[in-house]
C-alpha cells in the first residue's frame, strides 16, 4: 500500500479546500467500507486521505417541510435500515438498506459512500434514482444540484467535479398513489453483492385502475443503473392488468445491457421486474 497523508477535517470548507488543492490525488473517506478495501487492493493511491466523519450537519434523516425527505450523506446504511421514519413512509427504501452486506457492513457504509462510489450494484441507486431522488452538492464554484441518476457517471466512476462533496440527498415528495419496490438478486454468503436488481416506482390514478407514471431501473445489468425507457413509456396510461405487468418485464429486459451470463441475466431482468410490479401495486392497494 502506498503511503499517504491522513487528514480528519472538522468544516466543510475545510475538505472542499482541501479536495480542490490536491485534486485526483486526493480521496474522501466516510464509512470507509469500499474506500478501505480499494487501498489494500491497490485499486486507488491517494496522496491524501480527507477524513469527512467530523465535519457536521452531514447525518440525519428528516422529512422536509414541503413533502419529501432529505438524508444526509453520512448516515448509515444502518440508521436507514431501521429508521422509524423511513420505515414508516418509505419502506422501500428501508428494505434496499437492508439488502446491503451484512449488519456490521451496514453499521460503518454510508448512504452517500454507496452513491457516490457508483458501481451499478450499488443497493441504494436504483430505488432513489425510480423516485426521482436529487443530490446536493458543494464545491469551489458554489452549491448545485444534481439528479441521483446523473451522479452515475459509468462503472465505479461519479460524476462530481474536483472538490465537491455531497451534503445531502433529497426524495422529492409522493403521494398515498405512489408505490415502490426493490428486488435484488444475490448469491447469499457471496459478500451479498447484486448479480441482478430491480427498482420499481408507480403512481396510479385517485382509482387505483391506472398508472399515471411509473420508473423502472435496473441494476448491476450495464456500467451503471439503468432506466427502463421502453418500459416506462408503456406503462403510463394503461389500465393495470396482469398482461401489462408481463409486458412491462418483457420491455425491461430489452433494455439490460449485461457483460457477463447475459441470457441468463436478461431473464431475471424480466422476472423481477414483474415482481417488483406486483409488490408496488399491492402497496397502493393496500394503503
Not at 74 to 91: A, F, G, K, W
Not at 261 to 273: D, F, I, N, R, S
Request: hydrophobic share 45%; aromatic share 4%; proline share 4%.
Amino acid at each position: 500500500m502506498k503511503n499517504f497523508e491522513y487528514v480528519k477535517v472538522k468544516t466543510l470548507e475545510e475538505a472542499i479546500r482541501l479536495l480542490a488543492e490536491n485534486g485526483e490525488k486526493a480521496h474522501i473517506l466516510a464509512g470507509g467500507t469500499d474506500v478501505l478495501v480499494k487501498l489494500k487492493q491497490k485499486q486507488i493511491a491517494p496522496d491524501i486521505l480527507i477524513d469527512i466523519k467530523g465535519v457536521s450537519g452531514l447525518d440525519g434523516i428528516e422529512l422536509s417541510p414541503g413533502g419529501g425527505m432529505r438524508i444526509g450523506p453520512l448516515t448509515t446504511i444502518r440508521e436507514i435500515e431501521i429508521s422509524s421514519v423511513v420505515r414508516e413512509h418509505l419502506p422501500v427504501l428501508a428494505n434496499a438498506a437492508h439488502w446491503l452486506g451484512s449488519v456490521q457492513v451496514r453499521h460503518r457504509a454510508t448512504i452517500g459512500g454507496n452513491l457516490c462510489n457508483a458501481l451499478p450494484s450499488a443497493d441504494m441507486g436504483p430505488y432513489l434514482i425510480g423516485m426521482g431522488a436529487w443530490v446536493v452538492v458543494v464545491g469551489p464554484e458554489g452549491q448545485r444540484r444534481l439528479l441521483v441518476e446523473e451522479l452515475f457517471a459509468d462503472s465505479g466512476r461519479n460524476s462530481l467535479r474536483i472538490g465537491e462533496v455531497v451534503t445531502a440527498i433529497e426524495i422529492p415528495p409522493w403521494t398515498r398513489y405512489t408505490g415502490g419496490a426493490y428486488i435484488k438478486h444475490a448469491i447469499k454468503n457471496a459478500v451479498d453483492v447484486a448479480i441482478v436488481s430491480v427498482a420499481v416506482v408507480v403512481v396510479t390514478d385517485t382509482g387505483k385502475r391506472v398508472l399515471e407514471d411509473g420508473k423502472v431501473v435496473l441494476g448491476a445489468v450495464g456500467p451503471r443503473p439503468i432506466r427502463a425507457l421502453r418500459a416506462e413509456e408503456y406503462l403510463r396510461g394503461k389500465v393495470i392488468e396482469e398482461g401489462v405487468i408481463v409486458k412491462a418485464g418483457e420491455l425491461a429486459s430489452k433494455d439490460a445491457r449485461p457483460r457477463t451470463t447475459a441470457e441468463y441475466k436478461t431473464e431475471m431482468v424480466g422476472v423481477l421486474t414483474r415482481r417488483a410490479m406486483r409488490e408496488a401495486l399491492q402497496r397502493i392497494f393496500e394503503g
